[in-house]
């Protein structure tokens, strides 16, 4: 159970300052590591965006697309001085040429395996849909990479209530699966701001 004491004091910190200060095009020209660095990925139009935009309590510190692979490039975020949010590109399902996709994946998985400083990774799965294959994939990237990861549950307010315990239960067994994988999952929902206090704190704990 997250304290009150916790979730005021990441309340706090998400509500600071938070610039862009770098956009990646390719492994090649990734930003110094100063910070430690939190990163954001999922399947296209996961809600990535969106998530990012309600943790910092602002409508567009994250570009929000209804467009599939719309974020082409790695978004880094300045949180305070005290953490880097990175929003990656969506995998999969992109409307865009192989090629294209196969590169945008590249520097995805570049990131994640040459980052010192990353200390988790959110893998961000749409609540309605659970863990796909394409998911899986990732998963068992982060788990040769060793990269701690937490699954987050996104577009809850999408999900009927009485559905939701049987999606968390399906998404804590698939993470029970995977040596990197934290063993909480967290539902979430941008729109109403379900579990997003709690996974604020769940960052906030990992700044500087």
């Known amino acids: ?19 862009f200060v770098w956009g990646a095009t390719s492994a090649e020209n990734l ?19 969106s998530l990012v935009n309600a943790l910092t309590g602002r409508k567009s510190l994250a570009r929000v697309s209804q467009t599939p692979g719309a974020t082409r490039q790695i978004n880094f975020f300045n949180l305070a001085g005290r ?4 929003d990656l590109p969506g995998y999969g399902f992109a409307k865009r040429s192989r090629t294209e996709a196969e ?15 990353l200390r988790r990774v959110a893998l961000l799965i749409d609540a309605r849909r659970g863990v796909l294959d394409s ?3 990732v998963m068992a990237l982060l788990d040769r990479a060793a990269v701690s990861y937490a699954l987050v549950l996104t577009k809850a307010d999408e999900l009927k209530t009485a559905d939701q315990p049987q999606a968390l239960e399906s998404a804590a067994a698939e993470a029970a699966k995977h040596t990197a994988a934290l063993a909480q999952v967290q539902l979430t929902s941008a729109f ?8 604020r704190a769940h960052l906030a704990a990992l700044a500087q």
Do not use: H
């Open 1 to 19: 159970m997250t304290e009150a004491g916790e979730i005021e004091a990441a309340r706090k910190l998400f509500a600071g300052p938070c610039d």
């Open 31 to 49: 930003p110094p590591q100063e910070l430690n660095e939190v990163a954001f990925v999922g399947r296209s139009n996961a809600g990535k965006s």
């Open 83 to 86: 953490l880097m949010l990175v």
């Open 103 to 117: 590169s945008w994946q590249e520097m995805i998985f570049s990131y994640l395996r040459g980052r010192s400083r």
């Open 135 to 137: 998911d899986s994939q």
């Open 192 to 199: 109403n701001g379900t579990g997003i206090p709690e996974l």
